[in-house]
């Protein structure tokens, strides 16, 4: 899986019961041909990352396809998820 852009938003809890700050990343990745998740058309990862304190980590994510947003039910491998949380905490550090 290789990352090729995203775009980051900061997620606000109007009511205020939620704790720690949340972040909508919108990923799009490549996959090599030989890869299930494969799709010519682009795939993207919608990933809500949370930082509580100083623990961060990947509160949920979601696949879906690049051209129509329709979603990919599909689940990554635990690598992939520790590379997203990687790439969204090295994101957050730079901002």
Known sequence: MEIIEYSMIEL????GILTGNRY?????VKFDEED?????KGTGIRVIYV???????????H???RSTEAMI????DDEEI??????????LEEE
């Open 12 to 15: 606000i809890d109007p009511t």
């Open 24 to 28: 909508e990343f919108r990923i799009y």
């Open 36 to 40: 299930e998740l494969y799709n010519e």
């Open 51 to 61: 930082v509580d304190g100083k623990e961060g980590k990947v509160a949920s994510y």
């Open 63 to 65: 696949l879906f396809e």
């Open 73 to 76: 039910d599909f689940d990554l």
């Open 82 to 91: 520790v590379q997203l949380a990687a790439f969204c905490e090295d994101q």
